[in-house]
């Protein structure tokens, strides 16, 4: 199967928190809007990035994966987005005969990201993700943010250098505060929460970062 010639796109909002391997799971009854915390759904996930040798990728902001494994799996390009948030656009995953062999970026993608890049790309860096995901629904079942505890094992794949760590991230969802207002007392009582179970502020703003030591 071939990726789609027009990825499906969407903005993300979302903040992270670095926690130590024995840290206990945050008490989520604070949060505004949230009545229940959903089952955990176990994911496994391996994402190989790729930029250009000189880096142009990197230096505009931008990233390109090809993501195994979750709901979203496929090939990724995250970017700015207007007013906050990273936009992320999505295309399938394709055929891919070797998961260790270098990503070949596909056609779609490669117009995508020609403003910022152009071929050869080489492998940047490769995160894998044992992830455990939580739905935060209201009262009518409806998603207000998603919490996902990450333990991450990341290989830069140009230095050679392997690294792990365990993280959160709280990204809202379909019944979020659509206000800054409300969004902003939505993170407030996040962050409350985090603090109290032992979490701190993420030192790295995403995972492809710290994997390459940033």
């Known amino acids: 199967m071939s990726a789609a010639p027009h990825g499906a796109s969407n903005v993300e909002v979302e903040v992270k928190y670095d926690v130590d391997d024995d840290t206990p799971l945050p008490d989520w009854s604070s949060l505004p809007g949230v009545a229940r915390v959903g089952e955990p759904e176990s994911r496994d996930l391996d994402a190989r990035y790729v930029d250009t040798e000189a ?6 902001g931008v990233a390109v994966r090809r993501r195994r494994g979750g709901p979203d799996e496929g090939w990724h390009v995250k970017g700015p987005a207007e007013g906050g948030g990273r936009r ?32 050869p790309f080489t492998p940047l860096a490769r995160v894998r993700n044992d992830r455990t995901a939580y739905a935060l629904t209201d009262t009518a ?20 250098a392997e690294s792990a760590w365990r993280e959160w991230e709280v990204e809202l969802g379909p019944a979020a505060p659509a206000d800054d207002e409300g969004r902003a007392a939505f993170f407030a009582a996040v962050d409350a929460a985090v603090t109290a179970a032992g979490g701190r502020p993420a030192a790295s703003g995403s995972k492809l970062a710290r994997a390459l030591g940033h």
């Open 55 to 60: 880096g142009d990728l990197s230096r505009a």
């Open 88 to 119: 992320e656009t999505q295309w399938p995953l394709g055929e891919v005969s070797d998961d260790d062999a270098a990503p070949v970026v596909p056609e779609p993608i490669l117009d995508a990201i020609s403003a910022w890049a152009r071929p």
């Open 141 to 160: 079942g409806a998603v207000v943010a998603e919490f996902v505890d990450d333990r991450v094992r990341a290989r830069d794949e140009r230095r050679g």
